[in-house]
Structure formats: structure tokens, C-alpha cells
């Protein structure tokens, strides 16, 4: 379990400095460390996610980038956890909540995305590593420019090195067979490219549609990765918990799992785009039935 959240933002007079916070016990993290964790992140333009060790915690955070402090808000948003456990996955999670923590920096802020957003998406990823996806061994969301540079999510049966991500990135840029994998284009902002890399043992036609539907919603919502390869790869795992009132009557039926839901649906494809909808206004959120 994390033991906490915290917003760094930059003062023009004092320079970086702990904006707010949010930890289960008193944990103080020192100016010094602030200032390293800034000057870590500083050298990169555009965002980016890095983790470092301070005394018995591991420190995982994003960063907007460097941007015009002039008319932009420059800020990191990292997560605390104990030195032993396992980090990762969080990329995608962290990129999102950057902005919003960093327009409403408060405690409440805090607070909210610690308990309301970080659990529920840890429980997601405990699902995924938990769980052996039918013929799917392996699956990943790498981004790189004319090299591989990161993986903001990887789903593997065992530990994949990243060398061997660097050398699957190096074939797609030089438009190489990437045999036994599959990839797809995400998205392209400048000179940064982000894949979807899967690998399918003996393909089928039922597992070729889920994949290329699942593609179709990571090109539009990217930033929700994890929640849609939940959804799409095992629906019978996870429930529905509505947060918006006009949401308890839609969400509070027997059937408890997504999958149990969409069954009866008169209209998959639109009850299943309003449930990501909802998923991404807040408006109801998944829960592990494992």
C-alpha cells in the first residue's frame, strides 16, 4: 500500500517547494530531497515519470515539463511507498492527475486522489498480475523518439527486460517483422511516438476482435489504459460502483460483475462507451471482485 501523495510545485523566489500533501502517518520530506527530486526531473522538456529512493521509500513521480512559468503551471505529483513494494504501472495514472492536482492544490486534492483514485487503480493492477489472460502472455505501452525511452505500462507473465522493449521499438521504427507481436500506432505528439505492443499465442478470431476493439478505445483514451484493458480483457473480474446519484439505480443491479451488465445490454457498443464515459467524469469507478 502507498503511504502517501505530494505536490511539488516551483516558486520563482525560493525555487521547488512542497505545494501539499497527503500521508496515512506524519512523514516529512526534506527541502533537500525536494530540490533533488526537482533537479532530476528538470532536465526533460517534455513530461515525464521517474522513481527515486529516499531513506526506506520509494518515490515514483511525474512531471509537467519544462514550461513558460508565465502563462503555464509547472509542477511534479509523486506517490511515496514503502522501499519493498512493486511501482509499477503508474505512469499513465500519475500523468493524469498531474494537471488536476496542480490546479487545485490543496490537502482535499490530495487526499481525494490518494484514497478515491490511487487504491481503486492499484486494485486494477493487482487484477491484471494476478489473473492469466487467455492467450494474451504479454502486453505493453511504450514511447520512445528515434529510441526507445519508457514503458508507461507492461503486463507480462514474466520480466521482461528493457532491452528486450528497446529492441521491439528499434524494429518498429525501421518497420521490421516484430513477430510473435503485434503493435499499433496510439499516439504521435511531435517527435514522441507511443505503441501498443501484445503478444497472442495462437490467435483466434474471437480474441483478434476483443484486441482490436480494446486498440479502437486506447487510441481515444489512452490516458485510461489499464481501466480498458480491465474491461475488455476480463469484464467477470470487476464491478461498478456509481459515485453519482442519478448512477444508483443504473448501477445498483443483482448482476454484479461488467460482464454480468453488459449482457443484457440492448446496445453494447453505446452502454460500453457511456460506462467509459462515466469512468473518466468520475462518475462511478471499478472494483475488484477478487
Excluded: W
Excluded at 6 to 16: E, Q, S, T
Excluded at 47 to 64: N, Q
Excluded at 165 to 177: G, P, R, V, Y
Amino acid at each position: 500500500m502507498p503511504e502517501g501523495i505530494f505536490l511539488v510545485v516551483h516558486d520563482d523566489i525560493k525555487g521547488p517547494k512542497l505545494r501539499c500533501s497527503y500521508f496515512k502517518d506524519i512523514l516529512e520530506l526534506p527541502q533537500e530531497f525536494i530540490s533533488k527530486l526537482y533537479m532530476s526531473h528538470a532536465g526533460f522538456e517534455s513530461s515525464s515519470s521517474m522513481e527515486l529512493k529516499f531513506d526506506r521509500y520509494r518515490i515514483v513521480s511525474a512531471f509537467t515539463g519544462s514550461l513558460d512559468r508565465r502563462t503555464q503551471k509547472e509542477g511534479i505529483l509523486g506517490i511515496v511507498f514503502e522501499e519493498h513494494e512493486d511501482v509499477d504501472n503508474l505512469d499513465l495514472f500519475l500523468q493524469r492527475n498531474l494537471n488536476y492536482a496542480i490546479d487545485n492544490p490543496d490537502q482535499k486534492t490530495m487526499k481525494d486522489i490518494f484514497l478515491n483514485k490511487l487504491i481503486k487503480y492499484l486494485e486494477l493492477t493487482r487484477i491484471l498480475n494476478k489473473i492469466e489472460i487467455e492467450r494474451i502472455p504479454e502486453l505493453f505501452i511504450i514511447k520512445g523518439e528515434d529510441k526507445f525511452t519508457s514503458c508507461s505500462l507492461k503486463i507480462v507473465k514474466s520480466r521482461v527486460s528493457n532491452t528486450v522493449l528497446s529492441e521491439l521499438f528499434e524494429k518498429i521504427i525501421k518497420n521490421q517483422d516484430t513477430a510473435p507481436y503485434q503493435y499499433e500506432l496510439l499516439k504521435s505528439e511531435g517527435s514522441i511516438d507511443t505503441f501498443f505492443i501484445i503478444k497472442i499465442d495462437k490467435p483466434d478470431k474471437d480474441t483478434e476482435k476483443v484486441v482490436k476493439t480494446m486498440i479502437s478505445y486506447l487510441q481515444k483514451f489512452m490516458d485510461y489504459s489499464l481501466e480498458i484493458l480491465v474491461l475488455c480483457l476480463l469484464p467477470s473480474e470487476v464491478g461498478i460502483i456509481p459515485l453519482k446519484s442519478t448512477l444508483f439505480k443504473k448501477y445498483s443491479q443483482k448482476e454484479k460483475s461488467v460482464l454480468e451488465i453488459l449482457k443484457k445490454s440492448k446496445n453494447y457498443q453505446n452502454d460500453f462507451n457511456n460506462l467509459i464515459t462515466s469512468m473518466m467524469r468520475g462518475d462511478i469507478y471499478l472494483s475488484s471482485l477478487l
